[in-house]
């Protein structure tokens, strides 16, 4: 089975706090994402991977940064957390697009963040 | 613009009538179109996706590329299809494929 791990299932920081959030995925996934999940809203994208040291900003990255110095490891950092990036954030994986590639994305369990 | 665009926010229906989950897309290129399914309390998970063509726990969706839509549907629903669904599109980002644009969701709700 292919598992995406995020570190924390429930976080409560506070404002101004630099905040990390991990994800680990065993497939070999050349893709990795993070998205913020709020209800109306859908999923958005904030960032990007699709390579070691490589990332694509979404379309919410203000406030947020990345980094991916593994391939098994993409990890979302809030510079200095705001109130208003209280959210539940996915983190997902994904095989590169091709021709016979199966680019199913697969899901963490997600971590809720509450920003006080 | 890349853009899916879902328009029920909720949809209500009683077990065993037909749901249609609509989704309709803006993509410049060949789109590659997914739906994914959130249960309570459960992680995001791929329902079906149009490359397969296939029918997953009695869903099916078409591509129609003239209307530009990839509505989901069933004829009976269950109790247990109650869930958060949400249409998903493969795009481009700087130049890179396999991202995946995903609409705002619609909650289906199935009464016995």
């Known amino acids: 089975d292919v598992k995406v791990t995020q570190s924390s299932r429930y976080l409560v920081k506070r404002t101004g706090e630099k905040v990390f959030l991990e994800c680990v995925q065993d497939?070999?996934?050349?893709?990795m994402f993070w998205y913020r999940q709020d209800p109306g809203l859908g999923l958005r994208l904030i960032y990007f991977?699709?390579?070691?040291?490589?990332?694509e900003k979404g379309d919410i990255p203000e406030g947020y940064s990345v980094s991916r110095e593994k391939k098994e490891r993409f990890s979302l950092i809030l510079e200095s957390a705001s109130t208003n990036q209280t959210s539940m954030y996915l983190c997902?994986?994904?095989?590169?697009?091709?021709?016979?590639?199966?680019?199913?994305?697969?899901f963490g369990q997600g971590t809720r963040l509450t920003v006080v | 613009a890349q853009r899916v665009t879902q328009p029920e926010k909720l949809l209500s229906v009683f077990k065993g009538a037909p749901v249609e989950l609509k989704c309709n897309y803006s993509?410049?290129?060949?789109?590659?179109l997914f739906w994914y399914v959130q249960y309570s309390r459960q992680r995001l998970q791929l329902l079906l996706r149009?490359?397969s063509r296939e029918s997953i726990k009695g869903f099916t969706a078409d591509l129609n590329k003239g209307e530009t839509s990839f509505h989901l549907k069933k004829p009976f629903a269950q109790e247990e299809d109650s869930a958060m669904y949400y249409c998903?599109?493969?795009?481009?980002?700087?130049?890179?494929?396999?991202?995946?644009?995903f609409g705002k969701g619609t909650k289906l709700s199935v009464k016995p």
């Open positions: 997902a994986s994904s095989f590169m697009a091709g021709a016979l590639q199966n680019t199913e994305a697969f």
């Open positions: 497939m070999d996934h050349e893709n």
């Open positions: 991977s699709y390579d070691v040291k490589m990332k």
């Open positions: 993509y410049s290129g060949s789109p590659e």
């Open positions: 149009h490359i």
């Open positions: 998903a599109l493969s795009g481009d980002y700087g130049g890179s494929q396999g991202n995946l644009i």
